[in-house]
């Protein structure tokens, strides 16, 4: 990763325009190797998140970890039991390198994300006891525990947030299901507030993905462009353009219900606002600017985490200007007229959120059978 100026660099002036940037990647190299400190000091990084497929790569294409999973390993310790030590040091190790960061801005900023068992998406009760078990066992504050924004998702949102547990809430693709999550958020410090607890460090984000849905809806377009007349008219104006309007709609709901005399009362006691957090930034169609994403949501009390390769050429090319609130009648528009091409926004969201489970269970699934393989054979417990 070249690093520029801080004064030229692009990654820099986001700050001035109220957005966080936050980097989606995990390896030990990074932050052993002092290139996490390089991000924080030069780029201005405020934060980092993870997810299994993020894990998966990271052991399974590395040899960072193979004398501590032999290690383990030869102690006897199973699969599971390797992961979870391995992505509690590199969480906690990260946590460390943002802590002053974390001081400095007062619980802003500095935060690592770990990601509850993916498997767990569908059940409230399994999800609530993992993630106490890793909120205890990571023993830092500038940590989210990463809950799946499914209808079973919602209460344990609500208990962990209760409870003190600082929450990204994942997975998020919808407009009604992010109003749920935000409600959750509400809800949680709103118990606190009446038992008495402090408010102050409770932190939560909310994580909405942005580029999957184009590429979910773009191939749906396609017949309808090759039909010609004012539908293919239409589909031509909507193309790349569903997931920047999703995300400017979120916002607008986001502004509506935390500038509520709702949330006003609980800020007044010290609560902090659930920031958006844009995530799946990375353009994954060709035909598009490889900074799409990050340039069009640039916004006051945002976060945007993106991965190794967006941040490298944001870094090279970015354009930062508030553009999140510019256009926000035409991305409406956009919305309510989907209807028109034969595309419901709920029916392709909870595709989005199914998909999505899956594609964290698979890359889970694949790290446990290959650090089981790098096991010895345990004995009959």
């Given amino acids: 990763m070249e690093m520029r100026c801080w004064r030229t660099n692009p990654l820099r002036q986001l700050e001035t325009l109220g957005q966080s940037i936050w980097l989606d990647y995990i390896r030990r ?37 193979d004398e501590a999973i032999r290690g383990m390993a030869v102690k006897g310790k199973i699969a599971r039991e390797i992961y979870e030590a391995i992505s509690r040091r590199d969480v906690q190790s990260a946590a460390d390198e943002f802590r002053p960061l974390y001081n400095r801005t007062d619980g802003k900023d500095g935060y690592v994300s770990l990601e509850v068992n993916p498997h767990l998406a569908h059940d409230t009760n399994g999800t609530l006891q993992e993630a106490r078990r890793l909120w205890g066992a ?7 525990i990463k809950v799946p924004a499914t209808v079973e998702g919602l209460p344990a949102i609500r208990q962990l947030i209760g409870e003190g547990i600082n929450v990204n809430v994942t997975l998020l693709f919808g407009l009604p299901r992010y109003r749920q999550v935000a409600e959750a958020y509400i809800a949680g410090i709103e118990a606190r507030s009446s038992r008495g607890q402090a ?16 590429a979910l809806v773009d191939p749906m377009l396609e017949p309808i462009l090759s039909q010609g007349g004012r539908k293919a008219d239409f589909a031509k104006e909507v193309r790349g353009q569903v997931a920047v309007a999703s995300a400017k709609m979120a916002y607008q709901i986001y502004r509506e219900i ?8 609980l800020a007044a006691q010290g609560a902090r606002v659930q920031r958006l957090l844009w995530a799946s930034t990375g353009t994954k169609n060709p035909d598009y600017s490889d900074v799409k994403h990050m340039e ?23 354009d930062p200007q508030a553009r999140l609130e510019n256009e926000v009648a035409e991305a409406a528009q956009v919305l309510k007229r989907l209807p028109e091409l034969g595309i419901s926004l709920d029916k392709v969201t909870q595709q989005l959120e199914d998909e999505g489970v899956t594609k964290f269970n698979q890359p889970f699934d694949k790290l446990m059978e290959a650090l089981a393989q790098r096991s010895p054979q345990q004995p009959a417990r």
């Fill in 296 to 318: 069009a949501l640039i916004g006051p009390d945002t976060v945007n985490t993106a991965p190794v390769e967006t941040l490298d050429a944001y870094r090279d090319h970015g």
């Fill in 199 to 214: 408010v102050k460090h409770v932190a939560s984000v909310a994580s909405f993905f942005v580029s999957r849905l184009d």
């Fill in 29 to 65: 190299d990074l932050i052993v190797g002092g290139g996490l400190r390089r991000l924080i000091e030069e780029d201005g990084l405020r934060g980092m998140t993870s997810n299994p497929s993020i894990f998966e790569k990271a052991i399974v294409d590395s040899h960072d970890y």
């Fill in 258 to 265: 935390f500038d509520s005399d709702r949330f006003r009362i």
């Fill in 138 to 144: 990571l023993d830092r504050p500038n940590v989210f």
